[in-house]
Nanobody
């Protein structure tokens, strides 16, 4: 199982970017999916997450500017980022709680991370 993120880059303040992440491999189902970010010299913090049923949570700093969405059929999660600010500059990481079924039919949830994608907001 792996998570592949894409969509980072350089954008001017006030601009928009869309991050996407696709989960692949022997997946039974996926519970929560989300995005975290880690700026220079800071810890990795939650940006937004969404449950399988569509319940969303956002960090206060991105409410009203970022929108998370997912496609359960495609095992993907996206983050639409609008009105970007320099303080949004960070490496963004995709995260997912993935249920794997083994050969005996037992199902267990594992936490997976994608490789980070850099978002730079600068003029």
């Amino acid at each position: 199982v792996q998570l592949q993120a894409s969509g980072g880059g350089l954008v001017q303040p006030g601009g928009s970017l869309r991050l996407s992440c696709a989960a692949s491999g022997s997946i039974f189902s996926i519970n929560r999916m989300g995005w975290y970010r880690q700026g220079p010299g800071t810890q990795r913090d939650l940006v937004a997450r969404i449950t399988r049923g569509g319940i969303m949570n956002y960090a206060d700093s991105v409410k009203g500017r970022f929108t998370i969405s997912r496609d359960n059929a495609k095992n993907t999660v996206s983050l639409q980022m609008n009105s970007l600010r320099p303080e949004d500059t960070a490496v963004y990481f995709c995260n997912a709680a993935i249920i794997i079924e083994d050969g005996l039919g037992l199902r267990r949830e594992y936490d997976y991370w994608g490789e980070g994608t850099l978002v730079t907001v600068s003029s």
